[in-house]
C-alpha cells in the first residue's frame, strides 16, 4: 500500500475504486528523413489520414460553417500536393511534410492584407493538428476505454475533457495540479464527487486498474489498500451517507437563523440537467447558470434557437424560482476548440469575459437576444462577469436595449421588467461599489476570481497554492465592503463563489450580511443546516471581529473558538 497526504479538497467524500490514469497525448510530430522505399508508405498514410479527417468534420460542417471550411481545407488539392512534394522529392516523413505545409500556410495567411484571409491562418493550424491526431493513431477522447466506475488520475483537466466524461463513471478525482477553484473542482463539487487536486507529482506512480481509495474528507489517497484499511472506509463511506440523506432530509425547512433572519440558498448549475440535479436539494433559485459550459460542450457558436431552447428549458424546470444566468465568460483558462483566442502573456487580465462580449456584439447580441426571449417564460436575471467598470456597465446595458426593442419590433414577448446585476470579482468593481450599485439590480461576489485579484494570486497556479485563501482579511473586508455598499442602495449582495458553500465561511458571511449564498447544489441542504444553528445577532458580532483581523491566522482562530463556544452551548 503507498499513501500521500493531499492538502487540498476541491470536493467532500470518499472514494473506493479502481485507479483510472488520464495521461496527456503526445502531439509531437516526431519529423524524421524517409528512405525511397518508404515513400509509397508516407503517402498512404497522408491519404488515409485525410480521409479520417474529413470523416470526422462532415457532421460538424453540416452545422457549422466554419467546420465546414475545415473539411474543404483538409481536402485542398494544393495542401495535399505540396505534402506530397515534400514526401516524395524532400524525403519527409508524413508528419514533417505535413507541419511545414501548414506552416508556409499559416504564414502566407498571416502576410495578407485581407483580414478575413488573416483569419484562415487559425484554420490550418486546426486543420493540421487534426490530421497530425489523424496520423498518429491518437483517440482524442481520453475517456473513450473507462466502461465501469473509477477514480480519474490526471494532471489536470480542461473543460473539454470533463465535456468528454460520462461522469456516472467517476467515482473520484485526483489531479497533480488546480486549485479548489479550477474547473475541475467545480465539476466535482457540482457533481458531487469526490476529489483531490494539488496533488504533485502521481502519474508515474499509478496504473490503471490498480485499486485506490480516495478519502477527500481528509485528504488521503492510498493505492492498494491493505483489505482492513478498505473495509474500515466502506463503512466510513456508508456512515457518511446516511448523515448526508438525514441532512438532505431537512432540506424543506426554511432558511433563518434562530432570530429569524432569512436568507436564501441557491445553486450554481451549468445546464438544464444540473438544475434537475440541483432541485433534489430544495434550492431556493439558481444564483448562478454558467452559460459557458453550452459554448464549450458545442463544436460551434451555439444559435439564438438553441440558447433559447436550454434557458427557457432551465427556466421551467425552476417553476416560479428565479434563474441567475451569467452571460458569456469566457477566455482566461476557458476555451473554445472553434473559437482562436489571441495569443496573451495573461490571460486573465486579458480578452475575457464581458470585455470580449462586448468587443463582439455580433456575438453577444445572440446571447442576449436568447435570455430575453426565455424571461417570458419565468423569473430571470441577467448577470455580466468581470466588470470593471461603470461604463462596461452602461454599454451592456444598451445593446440589451436594442434587443429588446428588436424584440418588441417582432412581437415577441419577454419580461419588460428583467433585472440586470453584475459579479463583484474585480478590485475595481469593489472599490466602485457604491457607484456601480446605483446603477446595477443586484450584485454577486465571485469570490473566485475577487480573491485571485486581490491577492494577485494565480487561482490554478499549484506554486502559489498556499496563499489562494478566501479569508485574507483583505478579501474579507473586500466582501463586507461590497455588501454595505449594495444595502446602502437597496439592492442585494449574493455571492457565487466557492467561499459561499464553505462551511467555516458562510456563518461570517450571513453575519456581515449577504442575501443570497449560491453554491454546488450539493452543498446546499448542509449549509442550510449549519446557519439554522445559528442566531443572526451573534454572527454579526462574529463578523464584526473577524474584520479587525489583520492576518488569515487570527481570523481562522477567531473562527476556531467560535466553532467550539457554540459546540459547548
Ligand atoms: C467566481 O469567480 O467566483 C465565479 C463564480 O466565477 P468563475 O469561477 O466561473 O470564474
Ligand atoms: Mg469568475
Not at 494565480?458 to 485563501?469: I, L, Q, T
Given at each position: ?5 493531499i492538502?487540498?479538497t476541491?470536493s ?6 479502481p ?19 518508404e515513400?509509397e ?27 465546414a ?8 488539392i ?10 516524395q ?11 511545414q505545409?501548414?506552416?508556409?500556410y ?14 484562415r491562418?487559425?484554420?490550418m ?20 476505454a473507462?466502461?465501469?466506475p473509477?477514480i480519474?488520475?490526471?494532471r ?5 475533457d ?7 463513471l ?22 458531487g ?5 494539488g ?5 508515474d506512480?499509478?496504473r ?10 481528509n ?31 431537512l ?15 441557491c ?8 438544475i434537475?440535479?440541483?432541485l ?15 459554448y464549450?460542450?458545442n ?28 452571460t ?5 483558462d476557458?476555451g473554445?476548440?472553434y ?10 487580465l ?5 470585455r ?24 430571470i436575471?441577467?448577470?455580466?462577469p468581470?466588470?470593471?467598470?461603470i ?10 436595449e ?18 440586470t ?28 476570481d475577487?480573491?485571485?485579484?486581490v491577492?494577485?494570486?494565480d ?12 479569508f485574507h482579511?483583505s478579501?474579507?473586508?473586500a466582501i463586507?465592503?461590497?455588501?454595505k ?16 458553500g464553505?462551511?467555516k ?17 450539493n ?13 443572526f445577532?451573534a454572527l454579526?458580532?462574529l ?5 479587525k483581523?489583520?492576518t ?18
Amino acid at each position: 500500500m503507498r499513501t500521500w497526504q493531499i492538502k487540498k479538497t476541491a470536493s467532500h467524500g470518499y472514494a473506493i475504486a479502481p485507479v483510472y490514469v488520464v495521461r496527456e497525448q503526445s502531439v509531437a510530430p516526431d519529423n524524421r528523413t524517409i528512405t525511397d522505399d518508404e515513400k509509397e508508405g508516407e503517402l498512404q498514410r497522408f491519404q488515409d489520414a485525410v480521409a479520417k479527417a474529413r470523416e470526422e468534420l462532415l457532421p460538424l460542417a453540416a452545422k457549422n460553417e466554419i467546420f465546414a471550411a475545415h473539411h474543404t481545407l483538409a481536402g485542398d488539392i494544393a495542401l495535399y500536393e505540396s505534402v506530397a512534394g515534400k514526401i516524395q522529392s524532400e524525403h519527409l516523413n508524413a508528419e514533417a511534410a505535413l507541419m511545414q505545409t501548414s506552416d508556409e500556410y499559416v504564414l502566407l495567411f498571416e502576410s495578407m492584407a485581407d483580414e478575413y484571409m488573416r483569419e484562415r491562418a487559425a484554420d490550418m493550424r486546426d486543420v493540421a493538428k487534426r490530421l497530425l491526431y489523424a496520423l498518429k493513431g491518437i483517440d482524442d477522447n481520453p475517456f473513450a476505454a473507462m466502461r465501469s466506475p473509477g477514480i480519474i488520475v490526471a494532471r489536470d483537466l480542461t473543460p473539454s475533457d470533463t465535456a468528454k466524461m460520462d461522469f456516472s463513471l467517476v467515482a473520484g478525482f485526483i489531479t497533480e495540479e488546480g486549485g479548489v477553484t479550477s474547473h475541475v473542482s467545480i465539476i466535482a463539487k457540482n457533481e458531487g464527487i469526490p476529489c483531490l487536486v494539488g496533488a504533485g507529482p502521481l502519474l508515474d506512480e499509478v496504473r490503471t486498474g490498480q485499486m485506490a481509495v480516495l478519502d477527500a474528507e481528509n485528504g488521503y489517497f492510498y493505492l492498494e489498500p491493505e483489505a482492513s484499511l478498505l473495509e474500515d472506509y466502506r463503512k466510513k463511506a456508508e456512515s457518511l451517507w446516511q448523515e448526508k440523506e438525514r441532512i438532505e432530509q431537512l432540506g424543506h425547512l426554511p432558511s433563518e437563523t434562530t432570530d429569524g433572519h432569512r436568507f436564501r440558498i441557491c445553486a450554481n448549475v451549468g445546464s438544464p440537467s444540473d438544475i434537475r440535479h440541483a432541485l433534489r436539494y430544495q434550492i431556493e433559485g439558481v444564483g448562478l447558470f454558467r452559460t459557458e459550459f453550452l459554448y464549450m460542450e458545442n463544436d460551434h457558436f451555439p444559435t439564438e434557437e438553441e440558447q433559447f431552447s436550454a434557458y427557457k428549458e432551465a427556466v421551467s424546470l425552476l417553476d416560479g424560482k428565479e434563474l441567475t444566468i451569467r452571460t458569456l465568460d469566457i477566455g482566461g483558462d476557458k476555451g473554445l476548440d472553434y473559437f482562436t483566442f489571441p495569443k496573451e502573456e495573461n490571460p486573465f487580465l486579458g480578452y475575457r469575459a464581458v470585455r470580449l462580449c462586448l468587443d463582439r456584439p455580433d456575438l453577444f447580441r445572440v446571447q442576449l437576444r436568447a435570455i430575453l426571449r426565455a424571461s417570458a417564460f419565468g423569473s430571470i436575471r441577467i448577470m455580466y462577469p468581470m466588470m470593471i467598470s461603470i461604463e462596461e456597465l452602461l454599454e451592456a446595458n444598451a445593446l440589451l436595449e436594442t434587443c429588446k426593442d428588436e424584440l418588441r419590433a417582432g412581437q415577441i414577448p419577454f419580461d419588460e421588467h428583467i433585472q440586470t446585476g453584475i459579479m463583484v470579482e474585480t478590485p475595481a468593481a469593489v472599490l466602485l461599489a457604491d457607484d456601480l450599485a446605483a446603477q446595477a439590480d443586484f450584485f454577486s461576489i465571485g469570490t473566485n476570481d475577487l480573491t485571485q485579484y486581490v491577492l494577485a494570486v494565480d487561482r490554478g497556479n499549484p506554486k502559489v497554492a498556499e496563499k489562494y485563501n478566501s479569508f485574507h482579511p483583505s478579501v474579507l473586508r473586500a466582501i463586507a465592503h461590497t455588501i454595505k455598499a449594495a444595502h446602502r442602495h437597496g439592492i442585494e449582495a449574493g455571492m457565487c463563489g466557492e467561499f459561499a458553500g464553505d462551511e467555516k465561511a458562510v456563518g461570517l458571511l450571513l453575519g456581515m450580511g449577504l442575501d443570497e449564498f449560491s453554491m454546488s447544489a450539493n452543498r446546499a441542504a448542509y449549509v442550510k443546516y449549519q446557519l439554522r444553528k445559528e442566531s443572526f445577532e451573534a454572527l454579526q458580532q462574529l463578523a464584526q471581529e473577524a474584520l479587525k483581523k489583520n492576518t488569515v491566522r487570527q481570523v481562522m482562530e477567531l473562527l476556531e473558538a467560535d466553532k467550539h463556544n457554540s459546540e459547548e452551548l
